[in-house]
């Protein structure tokens, strides 16, 4: 009895001093990743247009980042094409993975193959790929861009939402379909709620890389269009506008509030998930 | 049941929309990139393109890339273990939080984010106003390869932590308390019980890392001071600078088939569907 006692106050000291260096370590990694966020909020508000020398605080870039057309096109066109890119690549990847779910072993893996070959491939190498064969048949645009990243989105829905139709409950469909449900009908109800989160941190995801993606819009984006990552490449040698810093500010908190939000909405999951596997 | 939806199987066809795009979009821009890499400039057959690895300029690149990208690796997979095991200790096991945190920073344009990296670690920089505010001396890390190594393991290390984590995430708590009961210190449970069930998360890690960080070429522009040429770079600029797109085309493919040759080396121990969700 003593003796479990004494073992469990030393326990208590260590756990006590690992949680410490725990903390220190959590957030050491989280200053790493975040410091250079915090260095491009901070010139957001630097009156000196250099990036060295800080002039003074000012809201002035976030006031001319409205009428600054070349950027506001630039986010546009971003914004339209991750959203469709993203949208499309949904829509495709999900019945993908319903499809290679049901295929044979052989088969199956086959198409795991070709969903892994643009992850695995280098950018670069998708991209000038890409480009040297839409110069065969298309001019190189927004509708290049587009196609693009639909197709480096799709592996990463195919991904996420592959888990989840493994774990699914087959018989519930098969009940629906037994209790008069046609095929659609028993899809729409059964299926895609079971498939729902998969299908929405798919969709987040591919939204989340187009919009960071830069080398594969290098390469496939021909001379008019330009997104915020190829705009902000061309301005590097000229020095960046401060309007972007702003822009980011901006793009940076909404998604951080986004993600808070949906993070600590209060959870309605039931708590016996495990059961419900098949 | 499970037999007779597998029978019935008109759900392959599904995946019909996807296989034509697959052969449209992956495998056909595929046959191009390999047929104009066996095209000589001046038209005609030709592997010269994709031997032209070996010259001593492209090697180079390559050799150096090659060291990015290890060092990118093992620093990454050094920099998860710990944080995959704090969160543990502090009982912050929740997926949430973690996709929260190591997901938002790419809401951050990334070439903004390198940009701010030079600042950070230029030599009138930041870090050095710090350090020398402290009293510490100097760093002269930039324009050097220990910044482009900094810039890749800043970019990619989400990519290994997460795949990690959610594999560590998944293990049962039971065989943790049972290793435990049976007498295992931390150090054992670690090495006997959570290290390898995290395999196929570091797997994932690594596919996720070593690769783009070999072929980065915009980290190595910004950080390298354009004097260090990872082998992207070089494939770029025959592409927009020399306007060899054969030669450019013939490096790509020969970095494929090493990519190729080093995924499948890292992926014979991983069966099927063992490889742990990336996200």
Known sequence: MVRKVKSGNLFHGIS?????????????????????????????????????TWGGFTLEWYGQLFSNRQIMDALVTTLVLAFLSAL??????VLAALGIHAMRQRNYQIMMIFTNIPILNADIVTGISLMLWFVHFMPLGFGSVLIAHITFNIPYVILSVMPKIRQMNVSLYEAARDLGANAVYGF???????????????????????????????????????????????????????????????IFVTMFLILLAVNYWPEKKPAVREEQRF | MINRLKSVNKRIWLSGPYAVWVFGFTVIPLCMIIRAALTAREGGFTTGNIVAIFDPIHLKAMLFSLE??????????????????????????KKGF??????????????????????????????????????????????????IMIGVVYDYLPYMMLPIFNAVAEINEDLI???????????????????PLSIPGLLSGIVMVFVPSMTSFVISDILGGGKLQLIGNVIEQEFTKSMNQNLGSGLSVSLMIFVLISMAFTMKNDREGKRSAIW
Do not use: H
């Open chain 1, 188 to 250: 729409f109800r059964v299926i895609l709620p079971q498939l729902l989160s998969g299908i929405v941190s798919g969709f987040f995801m591919a939204f989340t890389m187009s919009m960071d993606d830069f080398v594969i819009t290098y390469f496939t984006k021909g001379a008019g269009v330009s997104t915020l990552s190829t705009m902000i490449y061309g301005e590097i040698r000229k020095g960046i506008k401060p309007e972007m810093y702003a822009l980011s500010t901006i």
């Open chain 2, 68 to 93: 990015i990208a290890a060092g990118c690796t093992v620093l990454c997979i050094l920099l998860s273990y710990p944080l995959v095991l704090a969160m543990r200790q502090l009982n912050m096991g």
């Open chain 2, 177 to 195: 308390e049972a290793a435990r009961d049976l007498g295992a210190n931390g150090f054992t449970v670690f090495c006997k019980v959570i290290f």
């Open chain 2, 98 to 147: 973690m996709m929260f945190v190591l997901i938002l920073p790419m809401w951050m344009n990334f070439i903004l984010r390198i940009l701010a990296w030079q600042m950070i670690l230029s030599n009138n920089g930041i870090l050095n106003f710090l350090l020398r505010s402290a009293g510490l001396g100097e760093l002269s890390v930039a324009n050097t390869g220990a910044a």
């Open chain 1, 16 to 52: 006590g001093l690992k949680n410490l260096l725990s903390r220190c370590y959590i957030g050491l990694i989280v200053l790493f990743l975040y410091a250079p966020i915090l260095v491009l909020i901070v010139l957001s508000f630097n009156r000196s247009r250099s990036r060295v």
């Open chain 1, 88 to 93: 499309i690549a949904t829509v495709i990847g």
